[in-house]
């Protein structure tokens, strides 16, 4: 029924209701059985609409075309939005009262790449809504602030589908279409987080079996949260071997990181990393250097050696290592052996040489990660941070201004992740959205309240893996 909703001949449909229907069946968590049908519908309006000057007669429409275009691969420049801009170069004060169409632009704006007309829009959408929050009804309110705090695509694809199936279950303006849509994204959902809690089981029995959390008791025993990582990036159902694997994977980079953090000396780690770098593979010649994680620890041997010598470095050189030390480029190529897709001569050389694509999203996943402190582990190891080292670089900042600082440069990053997966050609497109998965996760992980807890985390988990709809 859904399938023949987007294919329906009514003579008076439109491009806009197709176009809400998608965006619908994304935040529903349900684009994925539809993928086929969503790239033909919008590839027709792309041709049909793609050299029309306007886009859109108002600007959610404007907004939605944009973004929804952006997302799947089309040429799209946010200049259609320049119609809402005044002589003044600012977006038009009578759109301060227009909800939707503010929702519709602080959505696109997050698909920003450099362009200052979609800065303005998130500055201009954001202060409006959420001036907006204190005259509205309060189911109103309540969108907007979801908007805002979750807007989509910088949330968990399965997190904000839970979120929004819970909050529009009950409005049901199109009749008999939603309740079919609600019926079907319940359904799935369901199914989904059935299949992942018999992934988590086998995760566990795996951990258990190998015993290493008994034998190396100073290493975190978090295999749920090992799991959480490959929920995000892949969580399509077909990739249910996929994820339990991963999950494998990001354990021993844990259980390596607390061996340098908290446990080995200096002169052990020295000659474990020499161990790691002349690994003999001759039996597998056909793997590039990286499967050793020689990378990887020279990079946790270095911090090592910052904190036994009480050595400072700069901030730059701190961070180009800790991004490293973050574990995102084995995960990245792990994944990528795992999925299968792309694995031609070229794309094995170019993600041996760490590409941007994937740096970015390391960089990101640091400095949250530098912004809330490792504290929540309990490790009496240290492993520097960004905030530490600029403030110590500029005296005159305060705290506040420096995480600032930060949390502009992880815009920044963004906006130059987001270029490199709107333009990456070469790599499989699964492969770029798991990346951009793992940056999503970044906020999720690394979130703290005032009392150094994690409640979106938790959130998160009991949303996805204990409480069906």
């Known amino acids: 029924m859904v399938r023949d909703m987007l294919f329906s001949k009514e003579d008076n449909k439109t491009p806009l209701q197709s176009m809400v229907l998608i965006d619908t069946l994304q935040h529903m968590g349900l684009d994925h059985l539809f993928k086929e049908e969503i790239g033909s519908t919008l590839s027709s309006i792309y041709d049909n609409c793609a050299h029309q000057t306007h886009h859109g007669h108002n600007l959610f429409e404007s907004s939605l075309f944009f973004r929804l275009f952006r997302e799947h691969g089309h040429s799209v420049s946010p200049k259609m939005l320049k119609k809402f801009i005044d002589k003044n170069g600012e977006f038009k004060l009578a ?9 519709s632009l602080y959505e696109a704006s997050h698909l920003n790449i450099g362009e200052d007309i979609l800065r303005k829009g998130k500055e201009f959408s954001s202060k409006h809504l959420w001036d907006s929050i204190d005259w509205l009804d309060n189911k109103s309110a309540n969108q907007v602030k979801e908007t805002l705090e979750h807007p989509y695509h910088m949330s968990i ?3 904000k589908a839970r979120r929004c199936i819970s909050m529009h279950q009950d409005d049901h303006e199109n009749g008999c279409k939603d309740v079919v849509l609600f019926e079907l994204a319940k359904y799935e959902f369901n199914i989904v987080q059935l ?11 795996w951990w258990k079996k190998i015993g290493l959390a008994q034998e190396l008791i100073f290493v975190r025993d978090q295999p749920l949260k090992w799991y959480m990582g490959p929920l995000t990036m892949v969580p399509q159902p077909h990739h249910s071997k996929c994820r339990i694997e991963l999950t494998k994977a990001i354990a021993f980079i844990y259980i390596i990181d607390d061996i340098f953090d908290v446990y080995g000396t200096l002169d052990e780690l020295s000659l474990f990393t020499q161990a790691i770098n002349k690994w003999d593979i001759s039996a597998i010649d056909n ?17 090592a050696k910052w904190f036994a010598s009480k050595q400072v470095p700069n901030k730059d050189e701190y961070l180009r290592n800790a991004v490293t030390s973050s574990g995102v480029f084995i995960v990245i190529v792990h994944l990528f052996f795992l999925m299968g897709q792309g694995l031609t001569l070229e794309n094995i050389q170019h993600i041996e040489n760490d590409p941007s694509f994937v740096s970015k999203s390391g960089t990101i996943l ?15 190891g240290f492993d520097g941070s960004y905030l530490e080292l600029y403030m110590k670089e500029h005296q005159d900042c305060t705290a506040k201004e420096a995480r600032e600082h930060v949390m502009l440069m992880i815009s920044r990053t963004w906006d130059a992740l987001n270029k490199e997966s709107f333009t990456q050609s070469s790599f499989p497109k ?21 009392n150094h807890h994690l409640p979106m985390l938790d959130d998160f988990v009991f949303s996805l893996l204990h409480h069906p709809l």
């Not at 759109?95 to 929702?103: A, Q, V, Y």
């Not at 793997?287 to 911090?303: D, H, I, S, T, V």
């Not at 699964?430 to 005032?450: C, E, G, H, K, Q």
């Open 95 to 103: 759109l301060s009262k227009d909800i939707k169409g503010l929702m």
């Open 366 to 380: 640091r400095l949250w990660d530098d912004l809330g402190s490792a504290e929540d582990e309990n490790q009496k």
């Open 287 to 303: 793997l590039p250097n990286y499967m050793k994680w020689g990378k990887l620890c020279n990079a946790f041997l270095q911090e």
């Open 157 to 159: 694809q399965r997190y």
């Open 195 to 205: 299949l992942h809690q018999r992934e988590l089981n086998a995760i566990l029995s």
């Open 430 to 450: 699964p492969l770029i959205n798991a990346t951009l998965n793992l940056a999503r996760m970044v906020r999720v992980t690394y979130s703290y309240d005032d």
